[in-house]
């Protein structure tokens, strides 16, 4: 259960990083960036998850990589198919 809400989290840090880096403007874009920043520690340090630090640290950053990756394809999908 811990490893759900550990990748619930992340995936919660990349949409906050996609839709502050895309969307958001000024001070919007730093509070969208400093919660996805939190939600990622927090993911990372703050909750035990089995297996230690380090491999629970590649893990969880590589499915943040991943989905900061297909968010833009997955909103350009959306904007062409709209038209």
Known sequence: M???????LVLVS???TFLGV?????LL???FLGAAL?????????IEAHG?????LYTLSSIYFLVC???PW??????????
Do not use: H, M, Q
């Not at 811990?2 to 619930?8: K, L, Q, S």
């Not at 895309?22 to 000024?26: K, L």
């Not at 939190?38 to 703050?46: D, E, H, I």
């Not at 230690?52 to 629970?56: C, V």
């Open 2 to 8: 811990v490893e759900i809400g550990n990748t619930a």
């Open 14 to 16: 990349a949409l906050l």
């Open 22 to 26: 895309r969307y958001a403007a000024g």
């Open 29 to 31: 874009r730093k509070a």
């Open 38 to 46: 939190c939600c990622f520690a927090l993911s990372t340090f703050a």
């Open 52 to 56: 230690g630090f380090w491999p629970r």
């Open 69 to 71: 990756i297909v968010l």
């Open 74 to 83: 997955l909103d350009l999908l959306r904007t062409r198919n709209a038209r």
